[in-house]
């Protein structure tokens, strides 16, 4: 198969000759395989499951998919208009964006506050460390079968703790208004993973900052938003682009609360993007509709990463950058 | 994997994230940016931390409480249960398949955690190890992939399963995991690149093929590594409920996985759908899928809090 280690390959013939030469070198022909051979169980799997699913996705987004007979009708752009003529695509698409508007916001802000608290408490922050973890252990069906009862309008233990400051607590789980702040407040219950990532961050912001600062006079609200907010500008950055992602394509929750019973009517404010496409594809087996609006969530996701990516360059500061 | 519910959607395709190194900063004292030091700071400080411990805290407590309490009392929200029905804990194995869908969650988990771990340590030894041309565009691609929402792939990847035969089956919850997953990919390759080369020409002066290199030094100087991929996959397998509920939602109660039979019961015991209302079964249910989870990061404590700091370092 191959010449001895360090050897130009053979195939590098008389003419193109010197550029190939120079390849060669650069490239041991016997390690260059070898180095195929390793990846290849990613290339294959990129192969078949994303980058062959992705081709696979656009034919059918741009046909009729019969289960049954495993076959494809093609149905031009009729999967795309129905996008547009279909007025839950466009109800799910403002829910989704509604949550994530509320939500990304309050996690990094909830996220922030509980890592900076703990950065502050030097040694005992592990304990506190673990059990501000637990939630993001919890499997989403026990955070959700918990949260199905403890916001319970009339008997959940939320409401409950409202009353004892005389707040009549909203019906969470009924009342279209209140159906995505009781997902939020799901999700800021395991905000921990967002913590852990600022915490990091915060340990890396050089303490001299501060000291150098408060002789000057800056007070700790200064300190915060002159030091700390830029020091840890790449932190927030990507915390803020991967809970964006996550929040449009939030589906468990809002499945397991309102959309697992299929008996029980739930308010049209709780169907989210992910969970309408997920009935379209798994209830309906409508399968060019599914695929055409994930294409269309992907290009929103696209276009909504690119924006945060072009402004955060105006303010993030990364190290080693001047 | 679905990239939905992994930490591998949590990872940004940017540049070289250090490697795993939060124990060194934390030694050094940095950080630590502003101590209260007067008396009143400190017991703010400690009344906020101790605030969140109760927020933390409660929902677990309330959980434990309720999967005490008989059938009407499980709303009553008092912590302490007025009557205490441990027998819960023994009746909910005949109204529940339960411990089918433990087995069945643990063996998808096992497999599914044991084959991305090994999958993506080859495929990171290839990417690290050797030169070859298009290495730096394919990681790249690598990297891309993370940033694809698991929504795009969802419905082909059903499709494709369906063609393989293998719809009903276990195989679409960890087959894709035989191929590597970008984040354990570039987590194991951080990793690789750690180790110093002159380990491996030294075997290779010996005879060592670069098989064996990848056996008999990468591997087992990697597991600390491996222990993160494979305890990070665990948990992402073990509390996958849209890929059960894609899979294995139309099969039979037996084959699901905890996740999807907890979500049953919910439903089932809902008086609405003729149920009694036996939600402390559920309770106690969603207790014991919790547990494990629980106990997994009592012992692997470090591995989760470092792999999840090494996402966002510099992202």
Known sequence: MSVAT??????????????????AKKY?????????????????????????????????????????????????????????SDPKVAMSLGNTLFYAVLAVPLEIIFALFLAMVLSKLGRGAGIFRTIYYLPKMTPSVATASIFLLLLNG???????????????????????NWVKPSIVLMTLWGVSGTMVIFLAALKNVPRDLYEVSSIDGAGPIRQFFKITVPMISGAIFFNVIVLTIAALQVFDQAYLLFWRDQTNASPDSSLFYGVYLFQQAFRQFD???????????????????????????????????N | MTATQSPAMTAVASGDLGGVDTKRSARNGRGRWYRPRSVIGKVVQWIILLAFTCMFLYPFVWLLAASLKPRGQVFDNSLWPKTFQPQNYVAVWDQLPLLHWIFNSIIIAVLAA???????????????????????????????????????????????WKQTGLLGTWAPLFGMNLFGSAFYIFLQRQFFLGLPRELFEAARLDGANYWRLF????????????????????????????????????????TFTVPLGISYAMTAFSPTNGGHGDYQYVMVAALIVTLPMLILFAFGQRYFIEGVATQGRKG
């Open chain 1, 154 to 176: 009339n008997t959940g233990a939320i409401n409950a703790f409202l009353k004892l400051f005389g707040i009549e607590g909203p019906q969470w789980l009924v009342d279209p």
């Open chain 1, 28 to 84: 041991n022909r016997r390690e260059a395989i070898a180095g195929y051979l390793f990846i290849s169980p990613w290339i294959l799997g990129f192969l078949i499951f994303t980058a062959g699913a992705m081709i696979y996705s656009l034919v059918i987004s741009f046909s009729y998919y019969n289960l049954a007979t495993n076959s494809a009708v093609p149905a031009g752009m009729d999967n795309y208009q129905r996008l547009f």
């Open chain 1, 287 to 321: 399968f060019g509709f599914a695929a055409a609006m994930a294409w269309l969530l992907f290009v929103i996701i696209l276009i909504i990463t690119m924006i945060q990516v072009k402004f955060s360059n105006r303010f993030v500061y990364y190290e080693g950058d």
């Open chain 2, 114 to 160: 044991g084959l991305v771990a090994i999958s993506s340590s080859v495929v990171a030894f290839g990417f690290s190890y050797f030169k070859f041309p298009g290495r730096g565009l394919l990681f790249g691609i690598v990297l891309a992939t993370m940033m694809l929402p698991g929504a795009v792939t969802m419905v082909p990847q059903y499709l494709i």
């Open chain 2, 215 to 254: 056996t008999k030094i990468a591997m087992p100087l990697s597991i600390p590594s491996f222990v993160i991929v494979f305890i990070f996959e665990f948990q992402a397998s073990w509390n996958n409920f849209q890929g059960a509920l894609i899979y294995l939602n139309g099969g039979h109660l037996d």
């Open chain 1, 6 to 23: 360090g050897a130009p390959p053979a195939t590098g013939a008389a003419d193109g000759g010197e550029r190939k030469i120079r390849k």
